[in-house]
């Protein structure tokens, strides 16, 4: 194992690479925005708000998903396309969706306190003006009919699919070939993204969508956490195994039996982390619906308990954080860096889980106790 393996190509930012930069953020979010303008999509009635009214939502992701795969597949294909450019291009991207995500906020500020939304002094720790910058005022921003917290996701998560591509394209470009460990790779963050978009409904089930306001906290992290800091392991993967010598690159293989380990702890990871979520989602619609063929086991009507909420209390989090395990272990173990991915997250989602449990606990009482006697564990069995 070498920790000098190759790396792709980074250029310095400069006037040209922003102005680049520029062009490309702005037109694809434009594009991913008039393609929920005019892309069909099915129609859904969100969930009681706290003010208990219900938003009806379209849901564009998976055309938008689909129809983005058809417009760079062809751009590359036949229009000579090189998405390898967005990674060369990294730093000037980074400051882009930095400065779009100060614009939007900027402007979710603007309109909502314009419509009079507001944070009061007692709805946050943080002064009013300070809390409509970070949070937002407003909880339901729509534009031209377009839930936009639900819209931000498309930049967010397809912008993480086209950076994921990037990476096949650059080591296609560099070695010729792609590795076993990019194939990996590849499988395994498409997956994740498709089976978010497969069942974009369940979005509409979370505490995100239902209660948190819109502002620099959520827009920040659609536009620049999740497609800068999740895409971190492919710089890794891109270069894993490779060495330069007199005859030409050289890949030491990735071992065989440690791929067939990573996709089974990839699929186990990621049926835990999305089944457990959509049963979670499903008992919210229909608290009869059966949960693995039987009729749900509940604590008054109100807490689901069997399936996988019977094992343990966040183990939806267990599954996500799995997942990000596998992305990380595509690139093996010359560097660090591509754990950073796993450990930020579970750093994040253990900090979530407690601030949760004390929430369920204020909201259910007696009845959160009972469960917690039932589901032992939040996210690691026996220890968490
Ligand atoms: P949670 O899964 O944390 O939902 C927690 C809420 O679900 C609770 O407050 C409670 O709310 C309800 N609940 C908890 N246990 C039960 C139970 N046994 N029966 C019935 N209801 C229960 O978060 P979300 O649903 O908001 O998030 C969904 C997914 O999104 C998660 O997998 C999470 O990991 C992921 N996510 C990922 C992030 C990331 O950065 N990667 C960031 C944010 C979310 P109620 O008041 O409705 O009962």
Known sequence: MSSDQPFPELLPVTAETLTDATLWVSAFVVALFVGSLVLPAPRWTGFPQPNGDRKEYALHGLPLFLVTHVVLGLGVAVGGWRLDALLSHF??????????????????????????????????????LLADLWFGPELNPTLLGVDLKMFMYHPSLIGLGVMNAAFAQAQWETFGTLTLEMWLYQGFTWAYLFSHYAREDFMLSTWDIIAERFGFMLVWGDLVYVPFLYSLVGWWVFGRGWSETDTGWVHEPYPL?????????????????????????????????????????????????????GVGRKINYTGEIGVYISFALCAGFAAPWPYVLPLTLIVLLTQRAGRDDKRCRAKYGELWERYCERARFRIIPFLY
């Open 91 to 128: 730093w000037s991207l980074f400051v882009v969706a930095n400065g779009w995500a100060l614009l939007f906020t900027a402007y979710l500020f603007v309109v909502g306190r314009a419509k009079g939304a507001a944070h009061t002094k007692e709805d946050s720790p943080l002064p009013p």
């Open 257 to 309: 039996w440690g791929a067939a380990l990573l996709v089974a702890f990839h699929l186990c990871s990621h049926t835990v982390f999305r089944s457990a979520n959509w049963q979670k989602d499903r008992f919210k619609r229909d608290p009869q619906a059966p949960i693995w063929g039987k009729p749900p086991e509940t604590l008054n009507g109100r807490l689901l308990i069997s399936g996988w909420w």
